[in-house]
């Protein structure tokens, strides 16, 4: 069985730009949650959707955003990149009812602003 | 509020001792734990989970302990191999009414020399 998928694997954007990054779920669950993890620390949570509505959200700016489509994949769209934009973005995928601690991660996609 | 850290940043050991990786939380009403692994160029891996109703649970080569008095627990891993080497995150689930998002600590990276 495929696990969460994510793409693209690497970017490198410039400050000011827009990037939007992809994410399929595990087949059956419907709940995606975004990760961002800065080199030596642990991931920090950014959005979490499911039934296509943000359902809970971090202390991210709204810089950050995201969409979670009727196929349950969702995107995140970072708006105006900063330099410390740079991580890798994680996607994890929960299965389909509440709670969702048990969450399964993705390879991630390696984002650079430079 | 929820916190969850680990109590060293680094580990070494050599192929076939035993691991003990620890993890420290604040919350006394926290009632689920998840270990998991992450190597390097990778997202975290599911490793083993806890429920505040168990001591102690068991996987394939690995353990976790619960100590709900000093609010610790730690990941246990028998006859360490060199693919073991990895940061391993303990994480706990903030789950609010409308989402749930996994609170990281900053994680223990372990060497296994042969």
């Known amino acids: 069985d495929a696990g969460v998928t994510q793409s693209p694997t690497h970017l490198i954007k410039t400050r000011g730009q827009h990037v939007t990054l992809r994410c399929s779920p595990i087949?059956?669950?419907?709940?995606v949650s975004w990760y961002q993890q800065v080199l030596g620390q642990g991931p920090q949570f950014i959005f979490q959707?499911?039934?296509?509505?943000?359902?809970q959200r971090g202390n991210f700016p709204d810089r950050f955003s995201g969409h979670q489509f009727p196929n349950y994949s969702s995107e995140l769209n970072v708006n105006a990149l900063l330099l410390g934009d740079s991580a890798l973005y994680l996607c994890a995928s929960s299965p389909s009812s509440p709670p969702w601690g048990e969450q399964y991660f993705g390879p991630g996609t390696r984002l650079t602003v430079t | 509020g929820e916190s969850v850290g680990l109590h060293l940043p680094t580990l070494s050991v050599q192929e076939g001792d035993n691991s003990i990786i620890n993890c420290a939380y604040s919350?006394?009403?926290?009632?689920?734990f998840i270990w998991y692994k992450q190597e390097s160029g990778k997202g975290p891996q599911f490793i083993i989970d806890?429920?505040?109703?168990?001591d102690k649970r068991q996987g394939q080569r690995v353990t976790v302990l619960l100590n709900k008095t000093v609010k610790h627990l730690s990941l246990q891993i028998a006859a360490t191999q060199p693919g073991d080497s990895a940061v391993y995150f303990c994480a706990e689930p903030a789950t609010h009414q409308a989402g749930t998002a996994l609170i990281f600590g900053k994680g223990t990276t372990l060497s296994v020399s042969s």
């Open positions: 919350n006394s009403a926290s009632d689920y």
């Open positions: 087949s059956g669950h419907k709940s």
């Open positions: 806890i429920r505040s109703n168990m």
């Open positions: 959707y499911y039934e296509e509505e943000e359902r």
